[in-house]
């Protein structure tokens, strides 16, 4: 063998050597992610328990180790911390911070990105978070809230977004008939809708006294939307009247974080044929081969959601029992009915990335021409890939498992108003706590508080402070 013959086989091996180092190194780099679940269970225990300043400790010390990637979803967390100690402008800043970022990974995801193609290669706990459906309906919620909570500026603004993006989320729902590929269909269009958006136009039209009809629209949606909210029908009759208040009366509006929000967990879920006609559609359009009829079953991430006793939150004016919140947002049950709809979905694309890994072990192998040892290295670190491979449970953990509101009509002035959590039969569950309100005449007044447990946790905030 000459001397340029010599050096060009050294090139070669050199060159194998490095595909297969390449590909392994993707593939055990993409199976070893820790789970985010893991190091959000103590921060919501501690919030759950009371300990807002123990859960913000715990969310702080994992926020100097996570990812980058992971920042987003740390920070949507920290919103409802700040919400819960009343610093309003804080969670507000949070807020609109994800909300960008979100905005900027949807317009991403209409294109080929690369980091859309290597979530194949490793998982999706290697890529930007991009929030669930309903969390990025949330959002919206959130910054609405707080909006009202501050100078209520551009609350209406965030009321119709949040409208607006679950139209926007079903619209891009669209997808191709797996068993007709000239065929569209949408699961999305099967998402429950929340009316919280139209109801937060409805009050805010009815205080401005201008547009009374667009007040009662907005309320015909939430009557719609949610039959069973009866404040709704009362709302809506007095909009078409065009009575915001009594003359020397104003409006108290109580919102109420109310329970624990869902989580997510990582269960192995077997691949149902409707999730491997999805992923055999996906990797049939950039290959000549078709999805194996049968795999092993695969890690998703699932929403669990826990439900505590607390059915509604009491409100006593002045030592006198005046209302109780009524539902408008239910959480837990959107993400539960958004998981179910799309669920095949998420499976396939668990099993393509089961494949596309599959499939680079032995693409390494052939172009690397390995031997026998290094063919085995090769499958032992698939084996090694399957066993530690991990779902995504990256999810705004600290979200209430309910939004509710109740209205109250009283005298201008100062009141002293008492919360506490209540069951169905209205038996008080834990220890009252009170808050001072101005009344403005015909105005709107706003107060927020957080139940998760049976006890109130953090401060009552109020719009008149």
């Given at each position: 063998?000459?001397?340029?013959?010599?050096?060009?086989?050294?090139?070669?091996?050199?060159?194998?050597?490095?595909c297969v180092g390449f590909w392994l190194t993707l593939i055990l780099w993409g199976g070893c992610a820790s789970q985010y679940s893991?190091?959000?269970?103590?921060?919501?225990?501690?919030?759950?328990?009371?300990?807002?300043?123990?859960?913000?400790?715990?969310?702080?010390?994992?926020?100097?180790?996570?990812?980058?990637?992971?920042?987003?979803?740390?920070?949507?967390?920290?919103?409802?911390?700040?919400?819960?100690?009343?610093?309003?402008?804080?969670?507000?800043?949070?807020?609109l911070t994800v909300r960008d970022h979100f905005e900027e990974l949807e317009a991403a995801a209409l294109k080929k990105s690369t980091e859309n193609v290597l979530q194949y290669w490793t998982d999706d706990n290697m890529t930007s978070y991009p929030g669930e459906d309903y969390e990025k309906v949330m959002l919206l919620s959130m910054l609405a809230i707080s909006e009202l909570l501050m100078d209520g500026t551009d609350?209406?603004?965030?009321?119709?977004?949040?409208?607006?993006?679950?139209?926007?989320?079903?619209?891009?729902?669209?997808?191709?008939?797996?068993?007709?590929?000239?065929?569209?269909?949408?699961?999305?269009?099967?998402?429950?809708?929340i009316p919280l958006g139209p109801y937060l136009q409805g009050i805010l039209w009815e205080e401005t006294y201008t547009n009374q009809e667009e007040a009662a629209r907005c309320y015909e949606k939430v009557v719609q939307w949610l039959p069973g909210f009866k404040q709704g029908k009362i709302d809506l009759e007095r909009a078409e009247k065009g009575v915001h208040s009594q003359p020397g009366h104003g409006v108290i509006y109580v919102f109420a974080f109310v329970g624990r929000g869902p989580c997510k967990e990582q269960v192995d879920s077997p691949a149902t044929q409707f999730s491997l006609l999805i992923a055999d559609q996906i990797f049939s359009a950039c290959s000549k081969y078709s999805v194996p009829p049968t795999l092993a079953p695969v890690p998703i991430p699932a929403i669990v959601t826990e439900e505590t006793g607390i059915h509604a939150v009491c409100v006593d004016v002045d030592g006198c029992n005046e209302a109780k919140t009524e539902t408008i947002?239910?959480?837990?049950?959107?993400?539960?009915?958004?998981?179910?709809?799309?669920k095949d979905q998420i499976i396939a694309r668990a099993v393509m990335r089961r494949i596309v890994k599959k499939g680079t072990i032995y693409m390494a192998k052939e172009i690397g021409q390995v031997n026998n040892w290094i063919s085995l290295a090769a499958d032992v670190?698939?084996?090694?890939?399957?066993?530690?491979?991990?779902?995504?449970?990256?999810?705004?953990?600290?979200?209430?498992?309910?939004?509710?509101?109740?209205?109250?009509e009283?005298?201008?002035g100062q009141h002293e108003l008492s919360l506490y959590a209540c069951n169905a039969t209205d038996r008080r569950l834990g220890m009252k706590s009170k808050?001072?309100?101005?009344?403005?005449?015909?105005?709107?007044?706003?107060?927020?508080?957080?139940?998760?447990?049976?006890?109130?946790?953090?401060?009552?905030?109020?719009?008149?402070?």
């Open positions: 063998m000459g001397i340029r013959q010599y050096i060009t086989a050294c090139h070669m091996k050199k060159i194998r050597f490095f893991e190091h959000l269970q103590p921060v919501r225990n501690s919030f759950y328990e009371g300990e807002v300043t123990a859960a913000r400790e715990k969310l702080n010390q994992r926020v100097k180790k996570a990812p980058e990637k992971e920042k987003d979803v740390l920070m949507l967390n920290d919103a409802i911390l700040e919400m819960t100690d009343g610093n309003i402008q804080k969670a507000q800043s949070n807020l609350a209406q603004a965030y009321a119709y977004q949040i409208s607006a993006k679950q139209d926007e989320i079903v619209k891009r729902g669209e997808i191709t008939d797996p068993n007709d590929s000239n065929r569209k269909i949408n699961p999305k269009l099967n998402y429950p809708r947002a239910d959480i837990n049950k959107m993400a539960r009915d958004q998981f179910e709809i799309i670190g698939g084996v090694v890939y399957e066993a530690s491979e991990t779902a995504d449970t990256r999810c705004w953990g600290l979200l209430p498992a309910r939004i509710q509101v109740a209205r109250i009283l005298p201008i808050v001072k309100v101005n009344v403005l005449n015909n105005r709107n007044t706003y107060v927020l508080a957080n139940f998760p447990s049976n006890n109130i946790i953090g401060k009552i905030v109020a719009s008149s402070d």
